[in-house]
């Protein structure tokens, strides 16, 4: 018996799930829901979404409703009676309505370890806090966000090199396996789940313009190299180098301690830029982009406009120092 779905998702870690949907005989892609094309780059062009763009490639009806609540594409998929609604970082609350219209259930791949990290930015959130670990849990779909009973987990341990970039390739390939393990038990009725423990809810909102600043003075290199990594590529972190803002890339944190001030160097020759940062820590910048260039090792920096700084400089701008 062919099981019949509606699947909606947005970005790149949704792809995989609707393309093992499509290649597994057992299910019927109705329809693929995902957020209007939004205009990207620098020339602000409207750009389809990594699942429009897998979606027209199998030639699947593509529906981009700017809300989805009380929308004439709403409608059409209630009308659709699909078995199954899929849901992978879609990017809209799902109104009552629709949910119920999945015969069988209405289900969601979240990419954190529920109840922990609830919401839009779970996999920089679990970065940024310097987790060991994250994963993908898939739930029932409720009104309430990522608040459904969790059916199941799939753990993944978050490497000292990794960065949002690589989780999220890292936690799109296990999270297709685990929608498709899952999806015969939901259609026998033999699925556990376990309601998520509310004192353990956190939350994880979309990242703001604000978390992309480094702030050297307040944050240890741990800390700012945890922060790093959890906002690159997407929301790369900046700090103010010069008067101009830097994107930082790639960082590490050193055992070593240090003297001197947050932001001043401490260690510079052709290859190697260590900056202070808050109680003694110190760290290494291993690849930056400075303001209208492209991501350089800092060994390329060191040899241009680097040239002019020496150690015991202040590389990085820090308000209470400069106050």
Same mark, same amino acid.
């Given at each position: !018996?062919?099981?019949?779905?509606? %699947? !909606?998702?947005?970005?790149? %870690?949704?792809? *995989?799930?609707l393309?093992a ?16 094309d939004? *205009?990207?780059?620098?020339k602000q062009?409207?750009?389809?979404? *990594?699942v429009k ?19 004439a ?14 849901t992978?970082?879609f990017g809209?609350?799902?109104?009552e309505? &629709? ?13 954190s ?22 994963g993908v849990s &898939?739930?029932?779909?409720?009104k ?9 987990v ?9 960065n949002?970039?690589? !989780?999220?390739?890292?936690l ?16 026998a ?30 944050e240890?290199?741990?800390? &700012?190299?945890?922060?790093i990594?959890? &906002? ?24 070593e301690?240090?003297?001197?001030? *947050? ?8 290859k190697?830029l ?5 109680d ?11 303001a ?6 800092v060994?390329?920096?060191l ?10 400089d ?5 308000e209470?120092i400069?106050?």
């Open positions: !018996m062919t099981n019949r779905v509606v %699947f !909606m998702g947005t970005p790149q %870690f949704a792809v *995989p799930i393309e949907l499509v290649a597994d005989p057992q299910y019927d892609v109705l329809a693929v829901v995902t957020q209007p939004r *205009p990207q780059g620098r062009k409207l750009t389809p979404s *990594p763009t897998a979606a027209l490639a199998h030639d699947l009806p593509v529906l981009q409703p700017e809300k989805i609540s009380g929308s594409e709403m409608a059409e998929l209630i009308d659709l009676a699909p078995d199954f609604i899929v992978a970082a809209q609350f799902l109104p309505k &629709l949910l119920q219209a999945a015969k069988v259930a209405a289900i969601n791949a979240h990419a370890l529920l109840p922990k990290y609830r919401g839009g930015a779970p996999v920089h959130y679990a970065i940024m806090n310097g987790d060991q670990e994250t &898939l739930m029932y779909m409720v309430k966000m990522d608040a459904g009973d969790v059916i199941d799939v753990k993944v341990p978050i490497e000292a090199t990794d949002v970039g690589t !989780m999220f390739d890292k799109s390939a296990v999270a297709a396996p685990l929608v498709l393990a899952n999806l015969p038990k939901l259609a009725g033999t699925a556990q789940s376990e309601p998520q423990d509310p004192d353990q809810v956190s939350f994880s909102p979309n990242i703001s313009r604000d978390q992309q600043n480094l702030d050297f003075a307040n240890t290199a741990e800390q &700012l190299n945890w922060h990594r959890g &906002l690159y590529p997407t929301h790369p972190a900046h700090a103010v180098v010069g008067g101009e803002r830097f994107k930082l890339v790639e960082t590490t944190p050193l055992a301690k240090t003297e001197a001030k *947050p932001g001043v160097i401490t260690k510079k020759d052709k190697h260590v900056i202070a940062a808050a003694g820590t110190q760290l290494a910048i291993q690849s930056l982009q400075p209208g260039k492209s991501v350089m090792a060994a390329a920096y040899n241009g406009a680097g040239q002019k700084y020496t150690v015991g202040q590389w990085v701008t820090v209470e400069n106050a």
